[in-house]
């Protein structure tokens, strides 16, 4: 059979199809689409809008242990860089190998632990030297104390847009209870700016290590002296039934896997002949590769269509509901789902015409 | 002298060794005549349809089919011949979301030709049989005679050399019979020099046949000879 004609047998087939397969067709993009959705969903909420309201111009300090996880990123909740009067710092600090980055922000304020001097990242991802004058310890010399790292490394910080050093000398930042935060953490410090205050405040841990994100906030006032208020991290999340945590929790870790397992249900669906059409094709004259071949370049146009639309739909979604970026989670779930579809796209025709082995005319009997 | 369209020789078949369908049977039907394969249901006539289809392998015995040795069950040698012969089954199995015009293109465009030429000589075919009108339908939406008229068309769409029916008016009544049956004696005439063999328990098929074998019994025996 001619390329192209597998090619047109295969586009026939797609517009023949009976519309129960328009149905399933539909309901899968509608189960993926909510699969990623709701892993990207689960962001977890650092600060509501109500806090941010009383805390305005004041500074923050959030204090997360890492864990196991690798990485956090953290959105738009201290205004990073949203105004230029607004002092903005952000640190990181952890045993382990993290990174801190602001999404959205002008000013970003990125650094990436090592087991070293912590380095400073501009948001197009330049490494800012660090010059000796230009670092300073965390702590405010009022209280008379120099945050140090676990591991004995002095915290270096360095502002962005030209702001000079001398601002950073002034901050209060208030002193830092090493005892109320596991090893390993992350700080985050910032002036909240009441007029140019963010629409939401997340952090979000690599998928799979939210459960992990058992982690305190604590707010230090600006006035010295004021105790800080230490509570949950995860304020939204404790306020959800457990179940629902653990579904959460359950679908961001399997959400990948389960959507590439359906999709490999429906596209062997899609990509299967029924044993009589098979048998009407052989039995007109048709070879096994030529059925192969078509059943390939059908399910390859289908699920180049399903990949689009689902790309398209989930971007759509977290940018219109979610934040003006999209999760890790939703790239690790296009990524594994195309990985697994042209698996499958290679191997369910040739494993199907493999496993048939059924008599021809017994089955045209039928 | 051409050679005959099919030439048997002992040829057996069984589905398991208790229960023989076919044993020692001798044939010899002449390139270019039409055969009707008469007897009742259960008789083996479709069985022995299918052994000359390639469809199922003889057990032992010679089995020969226009200029194909198929004897050895080879699954290669069967599938070549394939390619050479129209099959027209009891149930019409065609596509059934797919217009006639599509299934009857179908074993063109799966044997290389072009999708346009393909179309062309399928709507020649679907003239033959009475069903131009109706070939951008879809079959699902056809009558029992009509898709079995289109069936005949994709049978003889490729001009194949050897023309196989089993029983193609099992399930249609007397007047639709009547008609699919001059179908198919119109559709021979896309393919002269073919040669047609109708394996059906209805005396009316011997109308458009040259030579009838009679087969009686649960089993196809011996020598069969042409009448």
């Known amino acids: 059979m001619r390329f192209t004609e597998i090619v047109r047998e295969s586009l026939l087939r797609l517009r023949s199809r009976p519309l129960h397969v328009s149905v399933i067709f539909a309901f899968m993009l509608v189960l993926g689409a909510t699969s990623v959705s709701v892993d990207a969903a689960s962001v977890h909420q650092i600060l509501g809008d109500e806090e941010l309201r009383t805390a305005a111009g004041q500074y923050v300090i959030v204090a997360a242990p890492t864990g196991e996880a690798n990485s956090f990123t953290v959105g738009e909740c201290l205004n990073l860089g949203a105004s230029p009067s607004t002092l903005t710092v952000a640190a990181a600090t952890t045993a382990q190998p993290a990174k801190l980055k602001n999404l959205g922000g002008t000013s970003v304020v990125a650094m990436e632990g090592t087991s ?54 002034g ?7 090493r005892n109320d935060v596991a090893e390993g953490w992350l700080v985050l410090i910032g002036e909240l ?31 010295q002296g004021e105790p800080p208020l230490v509570r949950p991290l995860l304020t939204d999340s404790d306020a959800q039934a457990d179940f629902a945590a653990r579904l959460r929790d359950r679908l961001s870790r399997y959400s990948p896997v389960v959507a590439s397992g359906v999709w490999i249900i429906f596209s062997l669906t899609l990509a299967s002949l029924t044993a009589k059409e098979t048998a009407v094709y052989r039995s007109s004259g048709g070879r096994r590769l030529d059925l192969i071949l078509v059943r ?55 494993l199907e015409e493999a496993v ?3 008599s021809l005319i017994e089955v045209l009997r039928e | 002298m051409l050679e005959d369209a099919v030439v048997a020789e002992d040829l057996s078949f069984s589905y398991s060794p208790e229960t023989p369908i076919i044993e020692n049977l001798s044939l010899n039907i002449p390139t270019g005549s039409s055969v009707a394969i008469i007897g009742p249901s259960g008789s083996g006539k479709s069985t022995l349809l299918a052994l000359l289809g390639g469809f199922v392998a003889p057990t032992s015995g010679l089995l020969s089919v226009i200029g ?43 044997r290389g030709c072009g999708f346009n030429e393909a179309n062309a000589i399928a709507n020649q075919a679907l003239e033959v049989v009475g069903l131009r009108e109706l070939a951008g339908s879809a079959c699902r939406r056809l009558s029992g005679g009509q898709a079995q008229r289109v069936c005949i068309a994709r049978a003889v769409v490729t001009r194949p050399r050897l023309l196989l029916a089993d029983e193609p008016t099992g399930q249609l009544d007397a007047s639709t019979t009547k008609y699919i049956l001059n179908a198919l004696h119109d559709a021979l005439k896309l393919v002269p020099g073919a040669t047609l063999v109708i394996a059906t328990h209805d005396e009316a098929a011997t109308s458009i046949c040259e030579h009838t074998l009679s087969v009686s019994d649960r089993q196809v025996v011996g020598n069969l000879v042409l009448s």
């Open chain 1, 116 to 169: 070293g001097l912590l380095s400073i990242w501009s948001a197009d991802q330049r490494s800012i030297d660090l010059e000796a004058e230009h670092t300073i310890g965390l702590v405010g010399p009022e209280l008379g104390q120099r945050l140090s790292l676990a591991n004995g490394s002095s915290l270096h910080l360095e502002f962005q847009n030209g702001r000079s050093i001398e601002h950073l000398q």
């Open chain 1, 171 to 177: 901050l209060e930042v208030g002193e830092i209870n």
């Open chain 1, 193 to 223: 700016d009441a007029t140019r205050r963010a629409d939401e405040c997340w952090i979000e841990a690599n998928p799979g290590y939210r459960h992990l994100a058992q982690a305190t906030a604590q707010y230090r006032l600006a006035h």
């Open chain 1, 296 to 350: 390939m370049v059908y399910l390859t146009v289908i699920l180049s269509v399903v990949l689009i639309l689902l790309s398209l739909g989930s971007t759509l979604l977290v940018n219109q509901f979610l934040s003006g970026s999209v999760p890790h989670s939703v790239a690790n779930t296009g990524l594994g789902g195309l990985g697994v579809f042209s698996v499958a796209v290679v191997l369910s025709p040739a």
């Open chain 1, 356 to 358: 048939n082995r059924r």
């Open chain 2, 68 to 110: 194909v040795d198929i004897s050895q069950g080879s699954l290669r040698r069967r599938t070549q011949l394939q390619q050479e012969l129209g099959w027209v089954q009891q149930t019409t199995n065609l596509l059934p979301f797919r217009s006639a015009r599509d299934n009857v293109a179908l074993p063109l465009r799966l």
